[in-house]
Structures are given as C-alpha cells and as structure tokens.
C-alpha cells in the first residue's frame, strides 16, 4: 500500500476527527521516523510527547516482549508484579504516598475529580465540590474534563457539561482567592500549560497557592500529564516547584508508548477511593506496566541531566536564529515553545517543516510545540534545527 492509497482507505472507514499531517508512519529508530514510501523524519514531536525512549529502545522491546510472553492481561480483581512495583517507584521517586493506573489522560483527570469531591464529600458533606481551574488550561476530552478545561472552545456542542468548575487567572492568587469559597473542594492545573501554548506558570504563585490551598483544605490537583515522566528535567515538573501536591496524574510518556496514565495521590487522600468506589476494566494492564517500570529505570538523574542539557542545546540554539517570525523561546526540558510574533502564518510555517520532513506540533494560537523523543540524540537535533533553521531565517 503507499500513502495515496492508505490515505483513501482512511478517509473511507474512519471518522474524520482528527485534521492529520500528510504523513504516513511505519517504523523508527530513536528519533528518527521511516514513512511508508521510503520517507526520513525526525521526530520532534514523540506521537505527542508520548515515545518517550523513541522508537526501538531494547530495554522497552525486551520487557514488552517478556511480559507479552508471560502475561497479557489480569484484570484489577488480580495482583500483578509489574503493576506493584510500578506504583513503588513512582511513590519512592516523588514523596507521594499511592498509585491508581488508568488508560488516558483524560480518565486520570476525571479520577483525580472524584477523589477530590469525596474527600470533601467524606470531611464536609455535601455541597463542597466545586474545582478552581485555570484559565487557558487544558485537562481532557470527556464531558467532565472539557468542563475543567478553562477555555470557552471546549465548552461548545456537548451539552449539559458537568457542573462544578469555575475559572482563575493563572499567576494571580487574587483571581484564585475571588473564585474560591464555601463550596470549593479543590485547584486544578498545569504547572506548564502544555496545549494553551507551553507557558509555565510562576513558581511564587504556585508555592503561594499552595500555601493558600492547605490552610484552606483545598486540594491541590496537578496535571501532569503533559509535563509528567522526565519531560521537562524532573520525573515531575512540581520537583521543581518545591510543592507536594495533594493529587498529581500522568499519562502520555509514562510507557513509552503504550497506553497508560495514572494517578498519584499524598498520604492524606491515599484512603479515599476505596473499594467500590472507582475502576477501570484496562487500567494497569501488565505489558504496559513492564513497558512503565523500563521507562522510569531509563529516567535516572543522569538522564534528567541530559534532558535539561539537550533542552537548553535547543531553546538556546533557535533563539539565536535571528527570525523574523520567533518572539520568544519558552519551556522547560525537552518541552520547548517557539513562540511566534502577532500576525505570522503559523500554519504556512508548520507546513515548510513538514516538507523538509520535520516533525513538530503546535500549541495554543502562535506556538510551534516541540516535544521529541527525550532519548533524542545530537545528530538528530542538529538535523532538526537545521530545517527549523531554514524555515524560520527565510
Ligand atoms: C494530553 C493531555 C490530557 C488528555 O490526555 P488524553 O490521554 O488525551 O486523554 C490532559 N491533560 C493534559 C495536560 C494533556 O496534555
């Protein structure tokens, strides 16, 4: 099949939800993609910030290809070792008491929902449940998790949303503070605002809002499913905050590609989901938990070292490119932001990488979002940086 006709058959049978690159992936090595006519990528995209070891990492082929041997599926009604031990490194590397396993992003928010309504619900009783999200945030998919998204784009087709949200400025705790009160159970956010266009927020505000959330016994609920597993130089981007959230989820990088997000919570909420009281079918499963504990032994202090260098490496070397389109480069890591100046064709760009067989995403209005493989090496990132080069000094 080549692409024109893979192409075809995709527009046929599938939904068309999804405005794809024209871009056909078959296999990879490290951070670099192979298209099915026989095309070379490099990838500074990882899916979206998913492959975190790229593609073809032996540690991650071997343990996948053992546990697929050993064990496909349990069930949660069965213990399993993968998922035992995962939940010991995440804990033992981040000063957070307990693991749940989910599939997706979305899900682990809308867990990290409920266990903050029933720790009020549980403490106050009802009527405390209302969560303080930030505006220009973004938290998920499903009906709950597009409501606590706080931009207005998201609430759109889908009525009735879930009640239950309201809307701060990130970086003013005066925003906050009008938005809390008698029936608030929680805070929700990201502490780099991946979608909305990679802006990090600032660590004062955050280590005032948490100040502010535990006198008030407000949780504090931090996405990470973007910023999570090594990619901004920390296993997690709070580490470098200097906080200790009351909830934390993660997702997209954490098996290197195989479906898997969680939820991490402190030693004050590690009793409130009890039995009954929430599941998955999936969540946890064995092969993506063996693929998870490779990812986390890869993601030692050494690499997080590389991680912060590499990132500098490319921040550093784009905002010497002397672009008439760049206004500033932001992030942190291998989470990089090139944001663009009002008014440039962000698209038209975006294309003129795509022809020279870059990848990249985008994020918010005017940001090219660069999230590549955190095993990226330097031959890779120069060749990347030499097409952004072309294309953002023209
Ligand atoms: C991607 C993302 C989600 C949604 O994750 P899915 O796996 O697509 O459900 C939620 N929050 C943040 C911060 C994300 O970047």
Redesign the pocket.
Known sequence: MNFQELKALDHQYTMQTYGRFDVALDHGQGATLYGLDGETYIDFASG??VASLGYGHPAWIKAVDEQVHKLGHASNLFYTEPYAKLAEKLCTRTGMSAAFFA???????EGTIKLARKYSFDKYGKGRSTIITLNN??????IT?LQATGQDVFHQYFFPFTEGFRYADANSLDSVKAQTGDDTCAVML?LI???GGVLPLDKEFIKELAAYCAENDYLLLV?????GVGRTGSLFCFQQYDILPDVV?F??GIAGGL?M?GVLCNEKCRTVLGPGTHATTFGGNPIAAAAANVVLDVLDDNMMDEINQKGAYLRDAISAFQSPYVDIVRGMGLMVGVVLKDGVDRSALVKKLYDQNLLVLTAGSKTIRLLPPLVINQAEMDAGLAIMKDVLTK
């Open positions: 979206i910030g599939n997706g992003g979305g899900e682990a928010n945030s973004f938290h998920g998919r499903t998790t990201e605002q991946g979608e996405d990470e499913v973007q910023t989820t997702a997209k479906p997000a």
